[in-house]
């Protein structure tokens, strides 16, 4: 029985590193394709422009943007911190995501690129 459950145990950590590296690679990816001003991606930071063009490049979101969407991805960019400070960063996107898929941020340590 303790094997079915390591067996299980092991199956479900693979299954989230893979997801992680495939998020993580989509991401990279997304982020190479979005025009923006140098410092936003030398530093790594989003502006609320950049944040939603991740979130529909990744599949998150869909056109076009409908004003009740709008709101709530306000409402999202002031909880992460984007008001507050005027950019979200790209690894702290990354592990909202995570989060939000109920993938441990322990797990996401050891990213292969």
Known sequence: MATKMSEKSKMAKNSAKYY???LTKDM???WQ???MEEHNSQNETMN???FV???TKLGFKQEPNLPKEHKLLLK???YMGGRSI???TLNNFRQ????????SIEMSSGIEK
């Open 86 to 88: 005027g950019h979200l």
């Open 76 to 78: 999202l960019w002031r």
């Open 48 to 50: 609320m422009e950049i």
């Open 53 to 55: 063009k991740m979130l």
């Open 20 to 22: 992680i590296n495939k």
């Open 96 to 103: 909202y995501l995570f989060a939000v898929q109920n993938i």
């Open 28 to 30: 990279i990816k997304a």
């Open 33 to 35: 394709s979005i025009p």
